[in-house]
């Protein structure tokens, strides 16, 4: 049988073959398979985008032991969305209004989002809870109007330096994360960005970062119990990039990377791809 087009407009003989696994295979990590998401942020015009997806969409192979998925500006989605078309890139929105529509002016609703072509989307990045103030029930409202949309929401929660250093840690996670889940958003995956690593270049280390990982893990059992929190993926993000993320994806409760800075460089991203699938083999 032939396989699916892999984004026609580019071919290339270096494809990322070490991703090929067999099925079984790729689900040792409990049941638990790893996400690449790439958070371009305020980032790139067209021409920079569709450059990005063919450096991309070049280097991948279809069976993939990852899932890939991109958060691309919201005028850049109907670009991505054509230029990953067959490929095993999945699209998502960067933020979304708790409403369907409306009188909103400048939001983007869920299901405008799943138009665009969108699987996804984050909530709560720490960059909108900053910049826009967005807050803990805002957030929840957002991720359950994810799922009512048809969209997976990446929630994302994450400490300051502040409240790490007056060892806040534990209680900032578990505040967000309740306030997260409170209206009961029928599926979602968990991004744990430290706001002190992010866009920084200080890493958290794989110990500290294992340890907010498995506490959050411990928290979504208690929130929506034992099965939903062992099969929900928790990523790690902040200053992830290709010469740090092989020695975080082997802790038991990191599944992944949400990534920013490293997410426009497609060589770089394609590392972080392959770690996280040979992690997987
Ligand atoms: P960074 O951003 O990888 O540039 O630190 C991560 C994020 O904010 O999602």
């Given amino acids: 049988m032939s396989q699916p087009e892999i984004c026609p407009q580019v071919r290339t003989s270096h494809r990322l073959r070490y991703n090929r696994q067999p099925k079984e295979k790729a689900l040792s990590n409990g049941s638990r398979r790893p996400v690449a998401a790439g958070n371009w942020k305020m980032n790139l015009l067209r021409r920079d985008a569709e450059a990005l997806c063919q450096g991309l969409c070049a280097g991948l192979d279809t069976e993939l032991a990852t899932d890939i998925v991109l958060f691309p500006t919201a005028t850049l989605l109907a670009t991505v969305a054509r230029q990953i078309q067959g490929s095993p890139i999945a699209l998502g929105g960067q933020d979304l209004h708790p409403d369907a529509s409306g009188a909103h002016t400048g939001d983007v609703s869920g299901p405008q989002l799943a138009d665009a072509g969108c699987g996804w989307v984050l909530c709560g990045h720490s960059e909108r809870r900053q910049d826009h103030g967005e807050s803990d ?142 992690h997987q083999s």
């Fill in 137 to 278: 029930v805002l957030i929840g409202s957002k991720a359950r109007a994810a799922t009512d949309h048809g969209l997976l929401p990446l929630i994302c929660v994450g400490e300051s330096r502040d409240e790490r250093r007056a060892e806040q840690t534990f209680a900032v996670l578990r505040r967000q994360l309740t306030a997260a889940l409170a209206e009961k958003p029928a599926s979602f995956e968990i991004a744990y960005e430290p706001i002190w690593a992010i866009g920084t270049g200080e890493v958290a280390t794989p110990e500290l970062a294992q340890r907010a990982h498995a506490f959050l893990r411990q928290t979504l059992t208690e929130l929506v119990g034992e099965e939903r929190a062992a099969t929900t993926r928790v990523l790690y993000g902040g200053s992830a990039n290709p010469s740090n993320v092989a020695d975080l994806i082997v802790q038991r409760d990191i599944d992944g990377f949400l990534v920013g800075g490293a997410s426009l460089d497609s060589g770089k991203f394609l590392d972080i791809i392959g770690a996280c699938a040979r």
